[in-house]
């Protein structure tokens, strides 16, 4: 257990709906990042959080997706329509402002769109 | 951030060690080495990381070529546990620290 938490661990969901994922990060973790994974590769970057403030967004976050980060703390992930490509491990993952600390990783939402 | 070449997959017996290697022809001065590992339906554990010195923990030793071109993950004493995706990756400190993960090496750890 790093300290950082996802919930749901698990959202099965059918095409079209809304979902959204939580991630309460490390008490002292300013940095949030979140990133996707699907079957047989490695996890892909989608934003990044420095306390409130998003400051960077991947390609792969399409209008669909919106990420918050209120307050500097937990952060929530909203996929709205979902599709069947949407269907992956959402990674959550935190660090402290120093610029070689290593990122602490949440053990993922899985979300199988049907 | 400089892409990293791993092999795709190789086994260890129990109680060997396991020898990780990783290809980083282009990593910049700045840009560190750091090693995690993914074990089966679980969040990417961090490892190891270090720039130019070799590094050792509790988990493993990393050993890098003095051209920084390459490194080595040594886990001393492989055991079942280990069994994982094994991730290289370069990171450069000015950057904002986000993570780019190639497909790593799958490690099985045989009894």
């Given at each position: 257990?790093?300290?950082?938490?996802?919930?749901?661990?698990?959202k099965?969901?059918?095409?079209g709906?809304?979902?959204?994922?939580?991630?309460?990060?490390?008490?002292?973790?300013?940095r949030?990042?979140?990133?996707?994974?699907?079957?047989?590769?490695?996890?892909?970057?989608?934003?990044?959080?420095?306390?409130?403030?998003q400051?960077?967004?991947?390609r792969?976050?399409?209008?669909?997706?919106?990420?918050?980060r209120?307050?500097?703390?937990?952060?929530?992930?909203?996929?709205?329509?979902?599709?069947?490509?949407?269907?992956?491990?959402?990674?959550?993952?935190?660090?402290?402002?120093?610029?070689?600390?290593?990122?602490?990783?949440?053990?993922?939402?899985?979300?199988?769109?049907? | 951030?400089?892409?990293?070449?791993?092999?795709?997959?190789?086994?260890?017996?129990?109680?060997?060690?396991?020898?990780?290697?990783?290809?980083?022809?282009?990593?910049?001065?700045?840009?560190?080495?750091?090693?995690?590992?993914?074990i089966?339906?679980?969040?990417?554990?961090?490892?190891?990381?270090?720039?130019?010195?070799n590094?050792?923990?509790?988990?493993?030793?990393?050993?890098?070529?003095?051209?920084?071109?390459?490194?080595t993950?040594?886990?001393?004493?492989?055991?079942l546990?280990?069994?994982?995706?094994?991730?290289?990756?370069?990171?450069?400190?000015?950057?904002?620290?986000?993570?780019?993960?190639?497909?790593?090496?799958?490690?099985?750890?045989?009894?």
């Open positions: 257990d790093t300290g950082v938490s996802q919930n749901p661990r698990h099965i969901t059918k095409r709906q809304n979902v959204t994922f939580r991630c309460d990060p490390i008490s002292e973790h300013n949030l990042y979140w990133y996707r994974q699907t079957l047989g590769q490695g996890p892909e970057f989608l934003t990044y959080f420095q306390n409130e403030a400051l960077e967004k991947s792969l976050l399409s209008d669909r997706f919106s990420a918050e209120p307050k500097g703390s937990f952060s929530t992930l909203e996929i709205q329509r979902t599709e069947q490509g949407d269907s992956a491990m959402y990674l959550c993952a935190t660090r402290t402002g120093h610029s070689t600390d290593t990122q602490y990783f949440g053990p993922g939402t899985r979300l199988t769109v049907l | 951030d400089a892409k990293t070449t791993q092999p795709p997959s190789m086994d260890c017996a129990e109680g060997r060690a396991a020898n990780l290697p990783c290809n980083h022809s282009t990593i910049s001065g700045n840009e560190y080495v750091y090693w995690y590992r993914q089966h339906s679980q969040g990417p554990q961090y490892i190891i990381h270090g720039l130019k010195n590094e050792t923990n509790e988990m493993a030793s990393l050993i890098i070529t003095e051209d920084r071109k390459s490194s993950l040594i886990l001393p004493h492989a055991t546990r280990d069994t994982a995706v094994y991730y290289c990756i370069v990171r450069a400190t000015d950057s904002w620290g986000k993570l780019q993960f190639g497909a790593g090496t799958q490690v099985v750890v045989t009894p």
